[in-house]
């Protein structure tokens, strides 16, 4: 069965920082980019960040860069996003995406809440 697990959300003040994890099973991990999104309450869910199959070649969304760090590690089935200097509108659920290339399949995770509040 496949299955993304997120953890490492939870409530920061704004400056700090949290490491958001994704374990993955179910498919060929090393196949497939690695996506973090994430929603806030009536908003589109939009791309965080992502991270290529082969070539581990990093995207970031304009308003993470120099903030989050995107990586994996294909012995764990894991990919992490690394968020410092969170910012209140930081806020959301996150979630963790795989695609592969020219194939329509992709899995999602359930999601994870980060919330920045002081």
């Known amino acids: 069965q496949v299955q993304l697990v997120e953890s490492g959300g939870g409530l920061v003040q704004p400056g700090g920082s949290l490491r958001l994890s994704c374990a993955a099973s179910?498919?060929?991990?090393?196949?497939?980019?690695m996506s973090w999104y994430r929603q806030a309450p009536g908003q589109e869910r939009e791309l965080v960040a992502s991270?290529?199959?082969?070539?581990?070649?990093?995207n970031y969304a304009d308003f993470v860069k120099g903030r989050f760090t995107i990586s994996r590690d294909n012995a764990k089935n894991t990919v992490y996003l690394q968020m410092n200097s969170l910012k209140p509108e930081d806020t959301a659920v996150y979630y963790c995406?795989?695609?592969?290339?020219?194939?329509?399949?992709?899995?999602w995770g359930q999601g994870t809440q980060v919330t920045v509040s002081s």
């Open positions: 179910g498919f060929t991990f090393s196949w497939y980019r």
């Open positions: 991270i290529t199959s082969a070539s581990s070649s990093t």
């Open positions: 995406n795989a695609v592969r290339n020219w194939n329509p399949v992709q899995y």
